[in-house]
């Protein structure tokens, strides 16, 4: 089969893998794997043999999906003999190809499609968002998380923000005792009112036990849905959270690819999922996972761990062609967070929303300027 459909044009001629490291500029209190200082990613930059590069990101995180440490050595070790000599015609061929040499390393994986879209967009003239379907929304409404230490400073930022046209607020809740929680969501409600769309998020914080009476406390604050509040195999629990409060329950932990969904859906444990790249291991298989939410009437949000301006882009153009992922996204990190990007020109943000590149490929373009003044280089292969 593969030499039927091996042309001698089309085929990845050149693999390059670097581990990065950028500064972040705000200290990051999630509950679990606090970051503060730095974050490290993998970047990949994949050649046609007609010479078109095309630019893909893993960017794991050490407490929820995996390191990027292994990222880069699944791509140097592992996936490397696959991804040369392959066609850009079969996108669908290579990742059933990755899945049969390695199993799971989602973010690399991902990274080798995002670079392979990206070359074919080039090829084509065609933006990823159009080869996977075509557009269905040309911006996304943007949700910046509340998770600095520093209260009083993110009070600070919604201050600057609201003003900007920016509404939706994600508050990681259950890092500090359920007393500071219930006073930061008052001063935020009594700040802006109605004018914010509030949502909570404990990445599992909560005990089972007890957890209720906590959940209960927060919905006076009117959230639009509560996040992961217990551990992620705490799927029963959250049947019962369902049953017993107004606000829709969101899986994020809980739900990382198509076979926890149908559990998910089987139980009936959440109102929408929480849908990131990194969990789900591609644009097509994150299109697969939605297929079946779409069906259940489960709406997806667009969650990130710590991507850059690369992985950022790939989850754009995937929302932009995502109908069911309707509840906007959490892209905040290159206008936000981080100091530096490897991309020439961030993806543009206006009134609230991350406006979808209408360029070819993923939509943005990197030099080796660019990459050089972007970020620290700490291995490349
Ligand atoms: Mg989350």
Redesign the pocket.
């Known amino acids: 089969m593969d030499s039927l459909i091996r042309t001698e044009t089309d085929q990845i001629a050149a693999i390059r893998i670097l581990l990065v490291e950028s500064p972040i500029k705000m200290a990051r209190q999630q509950g679990v794997g606090h970051i503060k200082g730095t974050v490290k990613r993998v970047l990949l930059q994949l050649t046609s043999r007609d010479g078109i590069t095309g630019w893909g990101e893993a960017a794991p995180w050490e407490v929820f999906t995996g390191t990027p440490e292994a990222a880069f050595a699944a791509l140097d070790v592992y996936l490397r003999s696959v991804v040369i000599g392959w066609p850009l015609s079969n996108i669908r061929g290579l990742t059933q190809a990755m899945d049969r040499v390695l199993v799971g390393h989602h973010e690399a994986k991902l990274a080798v499609e995002m670079a392979m879209f990206d070359i074919l967009g080039k090829r084509s003239g065609l933006s990823v968002a159009e080869l996977l379907g075509g557009r269905v929304r040309d911006r996304i409404p943007l949700s910046f998380s509340i998770a600095d230490p520093d209260f009083a400073a993110d009070l600070d930022r919604m201050h600057q923000m609201v003003p900007q046209g920016n509404r939706i607020f994600k508050v990681k809740t259950g890092v500090k005792p359920h007393a500071e929680d219930m006073a930061h969501l008052e001063a935020m409600r009594g700040a802006f009112g109605d004018g914010i769309d509030l949502r909570l ?1 404990y ?1 599992q914080a909560l005990q089972p036990f007890g957890a209720l009476r906590v959940l209960r406390d927060v919905e006076r604050f009117a959230p639009t849905f509560i ?2 509040p217990v551990p992620r195999d705490a799927l029963a629990v959250m049947v019962d959270f369902r049953r017993a409060l107004d606000t829709p329950i ?1 899986a ?2 809980s739900c990382f690819e198509i076979g926890d969904l149908q559990e998910v859906i089987r139980l009936g444990a959440a109102d929408a999922i ?1 849908v990131k790249l990194m969990k789900v291991g591609g644009m097509l298989k994150g299109q697969g996972l939605m297929a079946l939410a779409d069906a259940a009437r489960i709406p997806g949000y667009g ?1 990130t761990l710590w991507e850059g301006g690369i992985a950022l882009a790939a989850g754009t153009q995937f929302i932009a062609a995502t109908p069911g992922i309707s509840l906007g996204c959490e892209f905040y990190m290159p206008h936000h967070v981080l100091t530096e990007d490897v991309l020439e020109q961030r993806i543009e943000n206006c009134d609230g929303h991350v406006i979808v590149p209408t360029g070819p490929g993923l939509g943005i373009t990197i030099t080796e300027h660019s990459l050089k003044d972007g970020a620290r280089q700490l291995a490349e292969a």
């Open positions: 998020d990445n996040e992961q969101l994020d932990e929480s969650g």
